[in-house]
């Protein structure tokens, strides 16, 4: 451990040194990475990785064993640049069997510690790598989200082990699929959208994740309306084709989250007849300078939403039942008690992640933010007119 401790600190000394401008720090980054995978290889097989005979302690959070051979792991560098999966066997629980495995992310390649996804029996999975906070931020903006009512995915603290080395603490995050969702499901960039008029790339800058066909046309509509038609134009078209109550409670629990990764991508929009906001990846939430939060900001599309009477109204009353308010419908006591277990049950994991190694003393300053953070009395409900929208 302390051999590639060494390394990796000399590798992002030497890339700091060396990279003056964006393009050499692409050109280092894409050698680092090589570098990693091909260390990792080696250090997997002489033992010098953090093996589960090193430290066989993860706590209880459940494991996920991922084997492959090495011409295999050159594969899943190759992913890197190449939207390849590679073969791999892999347990979890009391499951065993054939699975495939790629690298994903787009900032998240950047870092030592990568995070995956994954093909079992074609339901696709990700490994997301776990932060300072082990993962635990998304994981409890995601549970919001299903407390509020809203369609979000299943996620798990796990420990990965490849080839038996201990790479650290990851979110095992099931996908969203037609199988448990109706409609379509896109995901696109909607800054690129907020200054333009009549030209929509919609195929170059969006993901349609189902169904499988190159039919735009609902996404392509709702964009054609956002960037083009007057305040009453959109504020009928709100009426007549968007799920209010869901979008209200969606805009609700991002904004109590003080989620501020959205103004891009980040989140998904389903269409089955009525469009709604389908939250993805929000690890960038809980900030602790949330007083400089802007409510329902974060793009052209959520601030059009927002600004349609009927919407906002919606939304005052949705952040009264969920978050302010003292009735049964509160979700605040549940998420706190939630989010307590999931740091005590990730707390040993943490220790001995080779990326962060949180000591556990370190681990519970960040459950004690969290803590205070989803407090009734003196937490983010307590911020009073900074959570009506107006």
Known sequence: MATWTRIRAGLQKGINLYCTDMRSFLMHNIIRNAIFFCILSVLISCGEFTTKDDDPDTGSVQKVDIFMSQDDMMRLYNSMTENIYTPCTLEKGKWRGDAVIKVRGDTSRRHPKKSFGLKINDKKYMLERGQENGGIYNRIAMRAYQLAGIKACDTESVGVFL????????????????????????????????????????????????????????????????????????????????????????????????????????????????????????????????????????????????????????????????????????????????????????????????????????????????????DKASGRAADGDKLVLH
């Open 163 to 374: 080839n038996d080395s201990y790479l650290g603490c990851y979110n095992f995050i099931t996908y969203y699929d037609k199988d448990t969702m109706a409609g379509e499901l896109y995901k696109c960039v909607f800054s690129d959208y907020d200054h333009m008029e009549n030209n929509h790339p919609l195929r170059s800058k969006s993901d349609k994740k189902f169904p499988d066909d190159s039919d735009f046309s609902s996404l392509e509509h709702l964009i054609a309306v956002l960037t083009t038609v007057s305040d009453e134009g959109w504020r009928q078209f709100v009426l007549d084709n968007v799920d209010i109550d869901e979008v209200a409670s969606y805009l609700t629990v991002h904004d109590f989250l003080t989620v501020n990764d959205t103004y891009g991508s980040n989140f998904y929009i389903q269409y089955d007849g009525k469009y709604r906001l389908i939250p993805w990846d929000n690890e960038n939430c809980m900030q602790r300078n949330r007083s400089k939060y802007r409510l329902c900001s974060d793009n052209q599309l959520i601030r059009r939403l927002a600004a349609v009477p009927e919407v906002r109204n919606a939304y005052n009353q949705k952040m009264l039942e969920l978050f302010t308010g003292n009735g049964e419908t509160c979700i605040l006591d549940t998420l706190q008690t939630e989010a307590a277990a999931m740091f005590e049950n990730l707390a040993v994991a943490m220790e001995n992640d080779p990326e962060f190694g949180t000591a556990r003393q370190e681990f519970m300053k960040i459950k004690t933010f969290v803590m205070n953070y989803l």
